[in-house]
């Protein structure tokens, strides 16, 4: 997915010169192109991610359109003001391209793992928040970000993710997309959890149930019409995240129901990861099965509160 | 708190250090401390020693140093001037009304609800000001990346970067500094508004800087020290980069509160607020006398 992404921006680059790549201390290699056909617009500027964010605001102020990307939970976390003051206090046109959001680097642990990406970057005002299920769909994201205002925020995943976007339901920010209908149950996803879901949406078909899939790609601005207009006549939503339960996609939505919906809302169960830093290593797969954010976990979960007394769900 | 108890708990200047031995300040340096005054006194707070060691430094850059235009403040070909030390607002608000970036009269509403000038300068409120600041160490890094876009659109711009001695304890400035010299930004220079007083006390005590100059030399910068209240030591080396293919800094040796004696290194005046009308009168007497 990261190579689909920068892809994508070197394509963009190539065509429009307001756009600058800076990278803190990638991979050997990593867009060689770039920057042997464009030196002057690749900056690989070390592990530095605070001058990097402020050297972002500063070429945005005077005109360039900079992609910065590095690990997603250095890009957030180390410089947090440099983003909140710098990026977004300034409204500038940067976008973040965040790689191995969630729990991409499992065996490296705690200090790689971005679990608050999500949250922390949608709590500062004029950051739009965005997490592609694909490969396809990253590249989607990119192409359609040039002229976005305000800052981004693109968390990008391992790659070598299933393909379960489609081409024809194209890619807008802020618009989420209907991949399956529902019935009985809403599923809303995020990142590469939307291909769980589909998944797990098999699983219940082959039960009877009917269970619908949102891709909500983009967290903020939350497509509230969209949700309301896909939850509409279900009798419960999952909403399922790599990423702790305060303040991500579970919280958005729930929001979203309580103010628009009230008691009329439908039940809401959200699947993510508990308020830990998760204790164990393996691959993102046995953590994501570790927190309960697996196909069959995801099933479970929804025949739960299908079969429980109508707004019992906790 | 009278002037007299406030003075008493003055940082004794063999505690700080070496201060400059500068000429005596002329008028148009009072007058502009007035108006800082005047802004103070109407707001009835403000950091006012913080801006007092600037403002030879910011009245050599709008007078004499940056091309600029007052009635176009977002013109291209712009040298940009970025206060990182957004504290010391009080003085680069004056220069600005000064030079007519925006009306004199604004200063009256200083911090008030309403106003476009509050404790800190905001880009795209105050006309003139660059870069929103007030959080520490990120000047540097905004100004790197003008001076590259510069570089990279072929201006002749110039960008300079103000910072507090106490502002560059923090790990962002010397991100920039590697940076600035490995791109060899010769547009760039960095001022240090080296007063020697941070908000807690001497900056020897909460956090040593010396040896500064050979610090920013390490870095890979050209460095100057200068007397910051020297108005023609600062055109001289402000006038042009001092090195070809390195960036510039600039040590300016000063004195915080400079300019009204009972405040001058005293850190109960790095924030004041609910300044009383006796402190009001005893700073407007201490300029009477500067």
């Known amino acids: ?71 997603a939970t250095f890009l957030t976390r180390r410089c947090y003001e440099q983003v909140a003051v710098d990026l977004c206090l300034h409204n500038l046109p940067v976008r973040l391209i965040a790689t191995g959001g969630g729990v991409v680097y499992a065996p490296l642990g705690p200090t790689h793992l971005a679990i608050e990406d999500l949250a922390i970057m949608r709590a500062l ?44 339901d194209g890619f807008q920010v802020g618009k989420a997309i209907l991949l399956r209908q529902p019935k009985d149950v809403l599923f809303v996803g995020i990142g590469v959890t939307v291909n769980r879901c589909l998944a797990a949406a098999d699983q219940l078909a082959a039960q009877g149930i009917g269970a619908g899939v949102l891709n909500m790609h983009t967290l903020k601005p939350l497509d509230e019409a969209g949700l309301l207009a896909a939850a509409k006549g279900v009798r419960a939503i999952v909403t399922v995240e790599e990423h702790t339960l305060m303040g991500g996609l579970g919280s958005a939505v729930g929001d979203v129901l309580l103010r628009r919906l009230g008691r009329a809302a439908p039940d809401l169960i959200t699947l993510g990861i508990p308020d830990v830093f998760p204790e164990k290593y393996g691959s993102q797969d046995a953590l994501m099965k570790h927190f309960g954010l697996q196909p069959t976990q995801i099933a479970e979960a929804a025949v739960r509160v299908l079969s429980a007394p109508v707004g019992a769900a906790a | 708190m009278s002037p007299a108890q406030t003075s008493a708990k003055k940082i004794g200047v063999e505690k700080i250090g070496p201060t400059p031995v500068s000429p005596p300040l002329d008028a148009r340096s009072t007058a502009l401390r007035k108006v800082c005054v005047d802004a103070l006194v109407s707001a009835g707070r403000g950091h006012l020693s913080s801006a007092l060691s600037l403002i030879e430094v910011l009245r050599v850059l709008y007078d004499d140093v940056l091309r600029f235009r007052a009635d176009e403040p977002m013109w291209a070909g712009r040298d940009r001037c ?85 502002e560059i304890n923090e790990g962002s400035i ?21 007063n020697k007083l941070q908000s807690y006390g001497p900056t020897i005590d909460v956090q040593d800087l010396e040896p500064l100059t050979d610090k920013w030399r390490a870095f890979g910068f050209a460095v100057a020290d200068v007397d910051g209240h020297d108005v023609n030591s600062l055109r001289s080396v402000l006038a042009r980069p001092l090195v070809a293919g390195k960036p510039t800094c600039v040590i300016a040796h000063t004195v915080k509160g400079k300019g009204i004696a009972h405040i001058e290194h005293d850190p109960n005046w790095h924030h004041k607020s609910k300044v009383s009308d006796d402190e009001a009168a005893a700073l407007y007497a201490a300029l009477e006398n500067a």
């Open chain 2, 82 to 166: 970025i206060l990182s030390k957004g504290h010391g607002c009080l003085a680069l608000f004056t220069l600005l009304a000064d030079k007519g970036f925006f009306a004199k009269s604004e200063l009256e509403t200083y911090c008030q609800v309403d106003s476009m000038l509050g404790g800190h300068p905001e880009r795209g409120k105050v006309p003139g000001v660059e870069a929103s600041t007030g959080a520490l160490g990120h000047g540097l890094g905004i100004g790197i990346g003008m001076a590259l876009a510069a570089r990279i659109q072929k201006r002749d711009s110039r960008v300079f970067v103000i910072t507090g001695d106490g």
């Open chain 2, 174 to 194: 010397w991100e920039g500094a590697m940076c600035a010299s490995k791109h060899r930004l010769d547009n760039l220079t960095v001022i240090v508004d080296r």
């Open chain 1, 125 to 168: 005002p004029n950051m739009t928040v965005t997490a592609p299920t694909d490969a396809p769909e990253a590249r989607r994201l990119v192409m359609s970000t040039v002229d976005l205002p305000g800052p981004l925020y693109v968390r990008i995943a391992k790659g070598g993710d299933p393909v379960v976007s489609r081409d024809e």
């Open chain 1, 1 to 71: 997915m990261r190579k689909a992404a920068t892809d994508a921006i070197y394509e963009l680059a190539k065509t429009d010169p307001r756009i600058v790549f800076i990278g803190s201390d990638l991979g050997a290699g990593t867009m060689d192109k770039f920057r042997r056909e464009m030196p002057e617009r690749f900056f690989m500027e070390g592990v530095s991610e605070q001058n990097i964010i402020g050297m972002a605001a500063g070429l945005a102020m005077d005109g360039f359109i900079p992609y910065v990307n590095t690990i």
